[in-house]
């Protein structure tokens, strides 16, 4: 059976490092960085991990600066 290509409508819940870092725009090296120091959550899949969406947002909630209002 052939396989699918993936389209924005049928990504998979959970991606590599190689798709998080496409879809994200966070490079694929300081994603790993950001496993390796616990920061971010992955799944442990053989040898490869795998990042959900949430896990981005998640991380991303924890380091952003708020903008100042109204200088």
Do not use: C, F, H
Not at 12 to 23: A, F, H, N, W
């Amino acid at each position: 059976m052939a396989r699918k290509k993936e389209t924005a409508d049928t990504l998979p819940m959970l991606k590599t490092v190689e798709q998080m870092s496409r879809i994200s725009g966070i490079g694929e090296n300081k994603l790993r960085e950001l496993m390796d120091s616990g920061e971010l959550e992955y799944v442990q899949n053989g040898n490869r991990r795998l990042i959900a969406d949430t896990a981005i947002w998640d991380w991303y909630n924890r380091v952003k600066t708020t903008a100042a209002k109204g200088a």
